[in-house]
């Protein structure tokens, strides 16, 4: 038996998130049929994170436990045939037994597109925001700030009932960058509540409207109540951008 | 009567092209859809060229004669509210009244996009031409020089029975850049014979490939003979990226 980690690529417009539903395509759906085309056992696949309908992933992690000795290689070749345009496998590694996807997993990064300007831009249409007032990106920054450290988020979280433990996370990073009309906001962190990307980019978005002053995010967060906060940004803004693992489990490289 | 010029951008992957046609969805088609729902009068639409099915234009010229004294803003505006989310209108001015469009224009530069990697990228699908053999830029340039010039691009062309006159156009310049994987060929020039941007690139895929040497262009303009072309590179890696018009024309400004 051999526990491979993949890494993929999604364009998520056309899928219900990752994780298999009945009645609606999904990432790990169209997965498991490519893999099926390729190996003859039953795999169970363990993805890094559920991702809501429409959000992007230019790096997602699985792993999964196979009994095929079909080269990391060719394991990519194979499945990026089968998969469907928008999906692609970018690599795969052999990793250790208990490797999890999920729980091995020590971090993420996750970045959302801002489109800041007048007129829409047609080629970021389900990709990006379109958020046509003036943003200003210090005041962003500043409020984004108050992001950082180890927190409980219950207030930037939507209620989940698979969500019963602990709210708090560490926010390690949290940055906006301007590049032309295009906003990217970029927060990495130990790990993310239901929705707690969205709520925070819905918060600096009243931010930007002047709702609400950048130091207030600080109280906000001490409220604990998802009402203080601001709206659930659209999922088509957001990707997952980078998956952190610890270099013990990536040591066994294969690719 | 008041002429005015319009600039518009727009993902082509939904359109059959620009121009209006039975049985297909066309830009134009839903530019006077939009249009319809702002002026009460019939309006002729010029376009400053036919574009395939699947080209994109990140920006393409309209020239219109209207009665209405809608302000020039005021349609923009309105138009991007009626029109689909993949084609905006970036601006709007009064030009003199002779202005045509696709008569009038000096000039237009195009670029290709090819992803150049062995794993194909999701939110490329449409937008590049997949090639995943190495490219050499510096060659690819080097054979994309043969190009500059006054040449009868014959060899460059898809017979096309609207195209009866001369085949002879100027290029004014052709370069061969990378960013990252994704290498961009842009071309120049006074005007483009049908097909002639998308057989230029596939001649200088052949280049790339080694089928032929880059100095082995100039042979096959000289030619005047399709057939020692390269093959007519996909559409959808194919955008209009600037129409020239001249000064005059564009003076009486009213954005």
């Known amino acids: 038996m051999r526990n491979i980690l993949l890494t993929i690529c999604y364009d998520g417009s056309n899928y219900h998130g990752f994780q298999i539903q009945d009645n609606a395509l999904t990432v790990q759906e169209v997965f498991q049929d490519a893999l099926g085309k390729i190996v003859k056992e039953h795999v169970d696949i363990k993805g890094c994170s559920r991702t809501d309908a429409?959000?992007?992933?230019?790096?997602?992690?699985?792993?999964?436990?196979?009994?095929s000795r079909i080269p990391c290689n060719n394991l990519v070749m194979a499945l990026n045939r089968f998969l469907p345009k928008d999906v692609s496998v970018l690599s795969a590694q052999e990793v250790?037994?208990?490797f999890h996807a999920r729980y091995s997993c020590l971090g993420k990064e996750y970045i959302y597109?801002?489109?800041?300007?007048?007129?829409?831009?047609p080629?970021?249409?389900?990709?990006?925001?379109?958020?046509?007032?003036?943003?200003?990106?210090?005041?962003?920054?500043?409020?984004?700030?108050?992001y950082v450290g180890t927190h409980d988020f219950t207030?930037?979280?939507?209620?989940?009932?698979r969500e019963v433990k602990d709210m708090t996370r560490t926010v390690t990073d949290f940055k906006v960058e301007r590049e032309g009309?295009?906003?990217i906001m970029r927060v990495r962190a130990n790990g993310f509540l239901y929705n707690m990307v969205r709520i925070m980019v819905g918060t600096l978005i009243h931010v930007a409207m002047g709702k609400i002053n950048p130091q207030d995010i600080a109280e906000i967060i001490l409220c604990k109540n998802r009402k203080y906060a601001g709206p659930t940004a659209v999922p088509y803004g957001l990707y997952l951008n980078k998956v952190f693992y610890s270099e013990m489990d990536l040591k066994k490289n294969d690719v």
Chains 1, 2 share one sequence.
Not at 155 to 161: C, E, R, V
């Open 54 to 67: 429409g959000v992007h992933a230019y790096m997602y992690c699985i792993s999964m436990k196979i009994e």
């Open 96 to 98: 250790p037994i208990d």
């Open 113 to 121: 597109k801002i489109w800041n300007a007048r007129i829409r831009n």
């Open 123 to 146: 080629f970021m249409e389900g990709r990006a925001l379109h958020y046509w007032y003036p943003m200003d990106i210090n005041s962003l920054n500043e409020a984004g700030l108050n």
């Open 155 to 161: 207030s930037f979280s939507t209620l989940d009932k």
């Open 181 to 183: 009309n295009l906003v």
